[in-house]
């Protein structure tokens, strides 16, 4: 069984944590009209469109090479390994 001061550490710190981390999301709430605080069809935030190119020409080599060593690593993480586990085949796993 908890101690008592384990039980009011326990009780405060659920009881301050959520006070103080609803703050900031009621007093940006109460800045603006009601209309706008309970409106959900409109996003709050701003979107940001990056491209990026070089003068250069578009090699895809090195996009293709990631690509396939990202999925054999990801089906040696997801396959092999459980299975290497599972059959207690340390040397699959090597």
């Known amino acids: 069984m908890p101690s008592f001061l384990a039980t009011l550490m326990a009780l405060g ?14 007093q940006k709430a109460l800045s603006k009209n009601l209309a706008e ?10 979107g940001a469109k990056v491209s990026i190119s070089s003068k250069g ?5 090195p996009y ?21 586990v599972l059959n207690f085949n340390i040397a699959l796993i090597l």
Do not use: D, H, Q
């Open 64 to 84: 293709l090479l990631f690509g396939l060593i990202s999925t054999l690593a990801g089906t040696a993480i997801f396959y092999l390994l459980p299975l290497a």
């Open 13 to 26: 710190l659920g009881i301050l944590i959520p006070l103080f981390s609803s703050i900031v999301p009621i």
């Open 37 to 46: 605080s309970i409106n959900t069809r409109v996003s709050k935030t701003k």
């Open 57 to 61: 020409e578009n090699n895809v080599v």
